[in-house]
């Protein structure tokens, strides 16, 4: 470990899967005696793949790509999904903390930017151990935490000085949207005290290294179809925290199996709508923007297939 306040941090994220707390949704499951909380988990970590991933916001793929660690299930559930083969459940390969050490160098030695476990909420406390020996034995690389934004800003404290980089979705900026799609009414509510959280641990921008991120925040929103509303809350409220923050502004939104029917999640997103949110986004003074095209494409990823985004990415981002 980097020090002795970091491992007792650890061992006591590690003490608290005894009544499990990691998430606002606190089911308090015993998952250290094989119980299985909200997110279907017992104790361990269970993975579905580690790839470089050239698809994320330019920081973060640069020229070799992201070192995406994608581990199974999650916290929120949302309905549309666009990972639903891997956050809807728990299946893939359990994998144990020495293992994920071994797999953030591997990640290091091809030659990636950084590591990005991707929904590490239900698997934080391994993470955070395998962090710790992965630096002891020579891990020099950025450590992203990719997360769905429903995090308790009391858990993140106690990463406090092991995260170079937050990677949050700001996904509601409206309880009732929350609710309606992702089972959390108080999904606002805590995605901003989280952000603020974040913001006060790495600051409210991007730290870069020729071309590449090395520390600070970037909040991604997806924009729903029909839903503008949400949208446009969700940045008052990002807004609120700092102008500087930097915003991925996604477009890809491709209806699952799940929601083809759906009266307003069964379409993709039109150019119109997309660009009310972009536009609101430039009125309200954000001044770093990564946007992408609207167009037809299916940019659901294939996670049974060894390289799941074999379409090309999320779509080409761009820096506005």
């Not at 920081?59 to 666009?82: H, W």
């Not at 870069?208 to 029909?226: F, K, S, T, Y």
């Not at 008052?236 to 799940?258: C, G, H, K, N, W």
């Amino acid at each position: 470990m980097q020090n002795a306040g970091i491992a007792r941090r650890v061992e006591w994220l590690k003490k608290s899967l005894k009544r499990c707390v990691l998430c606002p949704r606190m089911c308090r499951a015993d998952r250290i005696a094989g119980k299985k909380g909200f997110c279907r988990l017992a104790a361990g970590m269970v993975i579905s793949s580690a790839i470089p991933h050239h698809g994320e916001e330019p920081p973060l793929s640069g020229s070799r790509g992201a070192g995406t660690i994608f581990f199974s299930s999650c916290n929120v559930k949302c309905i549309y999904c666009q990972n639903y083969q891997i956050s809807h459940t728990p299946t893939g390969r359990p994998i144990t903390v020495e293992e994920l050490a071994g797999i953030m160098l591997e990640l290091q030695a091809l030659g990636c930017h950084n590591v990005e476990p991707v929904t590490p909420t239900p698997h934080l406390p391994g993470i955070m151990e395998a962090l710790g020996i992965a630096r002891e034995r020579g891990l020099r690389l950025p450590f992203v935490f990719n997360c769905g934004g429903y995090e308790r800003a009391k858990i993140l404290r106690l990463i406090d000085g092991m995260v170079d980089i937050y990677l949050p979705d700001f996904k509601y900026g409206l309880d009732e949207a929350g609710k309606s799609f992702s089972g959390v009414p108080d999904y606002p509510r805590h995605a901003l005290a989280s952000l603020r959280e974040m913001v006060r641990q790495v600051g409210d921008v991007l730290d870069m290294e020729d071309g590449v991120a090395r520390r600070g925040i970037l909040v991604r929103h997806l924009v729903l179809p029909g839903r503008t509303d949400n949208s446009l809350a969700a940045l008052e409220m990002i807004r609120d925290v700092s102008p500087f923050i930097p915003l991925s502004l996604m477009s890809q939104y491709t209806p699952t199996p799940a929601v083809r029917r759906h009266p307003l999640l069964g379409r993709r997103v039109t150019r119109d709508e997309y660009e009310q949110v972009v536009n609101a986004a430039l009125d309200l003074g954000f001044e770093e923007l990564y946007t992408q095209e609207v167009d037809d494409r299916a940019l659901n990823p294939d996670f049974d297939r060894e390289e799941p985004f074999a379409w090309g990415g999320t779509g080409g981002r761009d820096d506005a």
